[in-house]
């Protein structure tokens, strides 16, 4: 996400492209993909194209892995363990089968394994450790914040700082304040310096972003969009 937001911000900045749309939008919750496309279909464009972590390694899975693996797609199961009961929707979205099968197959929801393991008679105290099996890889510092409320928007903040500056972002998280007269909507703003010749255009720019939890704010943020009052570029619902 934080690569297609430069790519949004330089098209619209230096191509002057009028049709790019920002700012742009998270895509990874689905409770929030429903509500846009029935109240605000005419902000669809503004989206981010990525698809949500979950569904993201499913796809990985039966098409990256099962090629380096030699496994038959079709031979693969996937199941997702996630807080949100929306997830099992998502799952089952049409458009979730870059394979050609389902990306994930089953989600249960962390209530549901709970009750699971309490049914199977498992004590974790009593179990021996075992390493995990590394099948994709170790999971990046901006991996262990997206699952946090703004963890996505500053992951996608920090991967664009780095790729516009070479560098690493100088903080250590970003200082995201309330708006006034917004409950349940938090900013924050990061200013571009130091930046690489191909990317000289965003010298000095200030990035505003915004968080909005849950779909009451959701649609008090979307008011504010629809009414091009917006002064953000990039907003995480």
């Excluded at 902000?43 to 990985?60: E, H, V, W």
């Excluded at 797609?73 to 979205?93: N, Y």
């Excluded at 890889?137 to 920090?158: C, H, K, P, Q």
């Amino acid at each position: 996400e934080g690569t297609e937001l430069l790519v949004r911000l330089k098209k619209a900045l230096v191509d002057g492209d009028k049709k790019i749309s920002l700012p742009m939008f998270t895509s990874c919750s689905p409770g929030w993909i429903k509500f846009i496309e029935h109240k605000y279909p005419e902000f669809l464009s503004n989206l981010s194209t990525c698809k949500s972590p979950q569904q993201m390694f499913g796809a990985l899975a039966k098409t990256f892995y099962a090629k380096k693996r030699n496994i038959d797609p079709s031979k693969i199961v996937s199941v997702s363990v996630m807080p949100c009961t929306a997830k099992k929707f998502e799952a089952d979205r049409p458009e979730m089968r870059s394979s050609g099968f389902k990306d994930i197959d089953f989600v249960l929801t962390t209530r549901e394994l709970a009750v699971m393991i309490k049914q199977a008679g498992i004590d974790f105290r009593n179990l021996e450790p075992v390493h995990y099996d590394s099948v994709m890889g170790e999971s990046t510092g901006a991996a262990v914040i997206f699952g946090a409320t703004g963890g996505v928007m500053e992951a996608a903040l920090r991967t664009a700082y780095e790729i516009v500056t070479g560098r690493e972002v100088p903080f250590k998280n970003l200082n995201i304040m309330p708006v006034r007269g917004m409950d349940g909507v938090k900013e924050a703003t990061i200013k571009i310096e130091g930046c690489t010749d191909d990317w000289k255009f965003l010298e000095g720019a200030e990035l505003k972003v915004a968080i909005a939890h849950g779909l009451v704010n959701a649609n008090r943020i979307m008011n504010q969009v629809r009414e091009g009052k917006s002064p953000y570029h990039f907003i995480e619902i």
